[in-house]
């Protein structure tokens, strides 16, 4: 298992160093410094002290060791639209609010994904089951930013204007944009959920019903134990293992849904600086953000992982899985 | 204390329905051993699933029958009260050690939770032993099964022992609440020789310990031989010959009976006589033939067979035969011919 | 001896005890009832019988279609007309007019025509650079298999869409830039499944039971690898073209992708949210074909899978 784990670490280690180089490189292929871009009307002498700051006046290798070097202290740059704000500075602001979105989503996704792929596997072929179907294949096919658009029309602006008309209130249970209270928080979780909904909900019935036909689950139910136990106890419980190593996955499908969903509620959180950043040519802080991203992706992604191994006792010495 | 009366079982595929137990009629006595032999898809494991009622409840019909253990039909119990009779009254073994078990709990938990379900309760409901009692329990039974360092490997996950070891986990599992009966489904099928000869040893060892019955289920006549006391040769969903195994194989009536017998290799074999392989397949039981099952392979059919299921003929105590040959009508030369007969079929 | 019990029920025909002999029919043991099918004829004929991958299947050929003939029959996608901009569904214009008055049905045939190009066209490109990336790597086997492989387990955790956005800021955007970035990584995944199988071609037993029976290289191919591989790479080549489809989307909605006067399922969405909530049918004609189009897809792949796995038929 040390041996999985250490080798785990190492790849996610190489991961992240390709994508900061491959970041540094592109960035540097685009024509200018990122302080000339033809979008800023800065004087040439202001501009040189600028470049000369960030040792953009060094050979090129020169500059990656002072990237590198600058991203070991946590030092991700500054921002060229947001003036004098650091990368650093907008991450911390911006980040637990995208956290506290994802994590909302995420409880969300996983509760009802779960239910919904356990009651399915219990009564296949019944109503819950195509119900379950239908949920899945529609959360996968129809994206967030349709989603999104729908339920603002229908609930945000339709329903409140009904609720007006009876009413005579401007209250809205579901505000169309910002982050504010509980209320605000309900449309965008359940728009940016509706993805791993889907595919929690698809993993865990089949998982399900894999398990449902094993040796071992009749070798429980001859023992004569209920079948609640039988059917939490060792359906469900080995059930879950692989759908757990699909969670670690779901956190990079809900960053780029966040990217989505915070612009589509005008979400101050990080997906919003990031899309913004690439619309508005601020080269650093959509360096800064990728990397960003790439990190806490890749190392989410590998704890999950990690703890899979800790979970399933037949992923032995060499992270082989055994029956 | 076993009795099964005319089981009718089938199961629904998208092929149709399978009809694949035809009317069993069985008895398996006290404190004894008795197989049910027969080739896969004969209906066997079936049967046996039945009584236990394991069978997937959403493609499975028991079409009519009774299974009467000590005189109570289960096919009549609430499933409340089958959990009673599952592992306290019958424990079951399966043929592949390797998926039988839970992979992701100890081996531990999983006999102790059998004991843990069926221990006994006080006036108020609440049970007599503890958790860690249970496990001590457990450990004993590994130590029973004959399983060495018990202590230490109750802790450890299925994937860390062997086939062989596991089945004794099995048996340990379908033992631990001392039950009347053992249905062992195809126990040793999965397992190298040398360890089928062991764990046949350990069950008998357990059987007669615990004065328990064991019905086992086989498609192979050798491991009958010297373990069961009856057999019951199925073929075709139903049961064609039934007797002590003495008479079974000094006897035997039903030429699917003799075929097979022919068909094991024995020690004291004449040189001379090549192992015979039975030609042709078994009916499909989608469609199964409106006669004998066995007619269409038959070196000795004739046209009643191929029109009309032969009754049970009773030759002496205790042994029975669904044949033809041994009607009363049937003339005596046909009978007396039919090894020759079977011979040159081969 | 005696008759334990003899049953006659009503209706059974009459018994006649005719204790003539009769041959073995060996044949009549083995007519076998079922039909008995080939690999591929189970499969079509599961598939064939699976109503929502087959309405899914008809609605992609449908869509492509559309996508192809279209645009000839519609060709002014990019016609402005500022005297009648905004205008809602009528006769003249069936889906309405945008922001710069243009034909918001015409635009719709040419998106569709952009959109599924470029699922399509990244997609056969990923499917031939992971058969042959994977292929190469099974084929070959040691040191070079094993570097190959960590260089994929590297592509594979970095995250596509950050790929996407990256490629998309430093490059020009367009269809080809768009088609590039979905390249660049795609193909990793289908790389790593061609070369599990050709792997477990290379080990497994019963490939080896062929070779022994003195199956030829040809028909170890055609029998064995071709079943086992074409199969999975079907239904994820399936599969992953509405992922190429969304990403398109996606990355035009948050307005890099594909930039107008072009037109593509994704920046008419955009388009539509800006109007958003007025101007529905500027959001909800490409939502509803983007939408259908991904649902056809994926019970079609559904389908697939289901139908080329013998264990599923039964």
């Not at chain 1, 008309?165 to 504010?180: G, K, N, S, V």
């Not at chain 3, 500022?82 to 243009?102: C, F, M, N, V, Y």
Request: charged share 20%; net charge neutral.
């Amino acid at each position: 298992m040390k041996k999985y784990i250490l080798g785990r670490v190492l790849v996610a280690f190489v991961t992240i160093f390709v994508v900061i180089t491959l970041t540094f490189i592109l960035m540097r292929l685009i024509p200018g410094t990122p302080f000339n871009t033809g979008n800023t009307n800065m004087d040439p002498e202001a501009l040189a002290q600028l470049e000369a700051n960030y040792g953009l006046d060094q050979p090129i290798f020169r500059q990656y060791l002072i990237y590198l070097n600058n991203l070991l202290h946590g030092n991700f740059g500054t921002s060229i639209t947001y003036t004098n704000r650091s990368v650093t500075e907008i991450i911390l602001r911006s980040f637990p609010v995208s956290l506290d979105l994802g994590l909302r989503a995420m409880i969300f996704g996983v509760v009802a994904g779960l239910l919904l792929g356990i009651e399915a596997a219990l009564h296949h072929n019944q109503f819950i089951d195509r119900f379950s179907t239908v949920v899945a294949i529609v959360g996968i096919s129809v994206p967030s930013f349709v989603l999104g658009t729908l339920l603002q029309l229908v609930l945000g602006v339709w329903f409140s204007g009904w609720i007006k008309d009876i009413f005579h209130t401007d209250f809205q249970l579901f505000p169309l944009a910002r982050w504010e209270s509980f209320r605000y928080t309900i449309l965008p979780s359940f728009v940016l959920a509706l993805g791993s909904i889907a595919s929690i909900t698809r993993m865990m019935r089949s998982s399900m019903l894999d398990v449902i036909s094993q040796d071992y689950v009749k070798t429980a139910r001859s023992k004569g134990i209920s079948e609640r136990t039988v059917v939490w106890k060792h359906e469900i419980r080995n059930a879950l293992l692989p759908v757990v190593t699909i969670i670690g996955r779901m956190v990079g499908g809900l960053c780029t849904g966040s990217f989505v969903v915070e612009n589509l509620f005008a979400i101050p959180g990080l997906g919003k600086y990031y899309v913004n950043s690439v619309t508005a040519r601020d080269y650093t802080l959509t360096m800064g953000l990728t990397i960003f991203y790439a990190i806490f992706i890749v190392s989410s992604t590998l704890l999950v992982d990690i703890v899979y191994c800790f979970v399933d006792p037949r992923i032995s010495l060499t992270g082989r899985r055994k029956r | 204390m076993l009795e099964i009366k005319d089981l009718r079982v089938s199961f629904h595929t998208y092929s149709g329905e399978v009809q694949a137990v035809r009317g069993v009629n069985l008895t398996v006595p006290d404190h004894d051993i008795t197989a049910l032999v027969g080739e896969s898809g004969c209906g066997k494991s079936m049967t046996a699933q039945t009584i236990v009622r394991l069978h997937d409840p959403a493609i499975t019909e028991i079409k009519s029958g009774q299974i009467l253990l000590d005189g109570v039909d289960v096919l009549q119990l609430s499933d409340r009260e089958m959990q009673q009779v599952r592992g306290k009254e019958v424990g079951m073994i399966f043929q592949d050690p390797m998926t039988s078990l839970n992979p992701t709990m100890t081996v531990g938990a999983q006999i102790a939770e059998v004991i843990w379900q069926h221990a006994e309760r006080d006036a108020q409901g609440k049970r007599t032993i503890t958790r860690s009692q249970a496990m001590e329990q457990a450990e004993q039974l590994l130590r029973e099964v004959k399983l060495p360092d018990p202590e230490k490997r109750i802790r450890q996950y299925p994937h860390e022992f062997s086939g062989g070891q596991r089945q004794r986990i099995m048996i340990a599992i379908a033992m631990a609440c001392h039950p009347k009966l053992l249905i062992a489904d195809e126990p040793t099928t999965a397992l190298d020789v040398t360890v089928q000869a062991q764990i046949l040893e350990l069950m008998r060892n357990m059987q007669q310990q615990r004065q328990a019955s064991i019905i086992i289920i086989t498609h192979d006549l050798g491991v009958v031989a010297n373990f069961a006391r009856h057999v019951s040769v199925m073929y075709g969903g139903m049961i064609v010959e039934s007797g002590e195994t003495r008479q079974i194989f000094e006897h035997p009536e039903h030429p699917y009976t003799h075929a097979l017998l022919r068909a094991i290799p024995t020690k004291g074999m004449d040189k001379k006589r090549e192992l015979t392989v039975i030609e042709g397949v078994p009916p499909d039981l989608v469609k199964p033939p409106e006669g004998c099952p066995f007619a269409d392979r038959c070196p000795c059919a004739m046209r009643v067979c191929k029109a009309h299921l032969p009754p049970d003929f009773e030759m002496e105590a205790g042994h029975s035969c669904r044949c033809w040959l041994l009607d009363p009508d049937c003339p005596r030369e046909l009978r007396e011919k039919r090894r020759d007969i079977e011979d040159a079929a081969t | 001896m005696s008759v334990l019990q003899e049953r006659s029920l009503p209706g059974e025909k009459e018994l006649v005890k005719d204790f003539t002999p009769v041959p073995r029919d060996l044949a009549a043991s083995q007519r076998i009832n079922r039909l008995s099918l080939t690999y591929w004829q189970g499969a079509m004929m599961t598939l064939r019988k699976n109503k929502a991958a087959m309405t899914g299947l008809v609605f992609i050929i449908l869509v492509v279609l559309v996508g192809i003939i279209g645009p000839i029959l519609y060709p002014n996608y990019q016609k402005t007309n500022l005297l009648a901009t905004l205008q809602a569904p009528s006769e003249k214009h069936w889906l309405g007019t945008d922001l710069l008055g243009r034909d918001t049905f015409t635009r719709l045939l040419w998106g569709t025509r952009t959109s599924l190009m470029i699922g399509f066209v990244a997609e056969t490109i990923n499917l031939v650079l992971g058969i042959l990336y994977g292929g190469i790597s099974g084929y070959v086997g040691g040191k070079v298999d094993v570097i190959m492989m960590r260089i994929i387990d590297v592509i594979v955790s970095i995250p596509q869409m950050i790929i996407l956005i990256l490629l998309q800021t430093v490059m020009s955007n367009g269809v080809g830039t768009l088609i590039f970035s979905l390249c660049v990584t795609g193909w990793a995944g289908l790389a790593r499944m061609v070369r599990g199988q050709v792997m477990a071609l290379r080990e497994n037993e019963y490939v080896f039971a062929a070779q022994v029976l003195g199956a030829s290289r040809w028909e170890i191919l055609r029998r064995h690898l071709l079943p086992n591989t074409v199969g999975p790479i079907l239904v994820n080549y399936t599969m992953s073209i509405p992922g190429a489809i969304g990403a398109e989307a996606f990355l035009s909605y948050i307005g890099l992708g594909i930039p107008v006067p072009a037109a593509s399922w994704g920046n008419m969405l955009q388009e539509g949210a800006n109007q958003f909530p007025g101007s529905l049918w500027l959001f909800f004609s490409p939502a509803i074909i983007f939408a259908l189009t991904i649902l056809a897809f994926n019970l079609f792949g559904d389908g697939l899978r289901d139908a080329l796995d013998p264990k599923m038929r039964k």
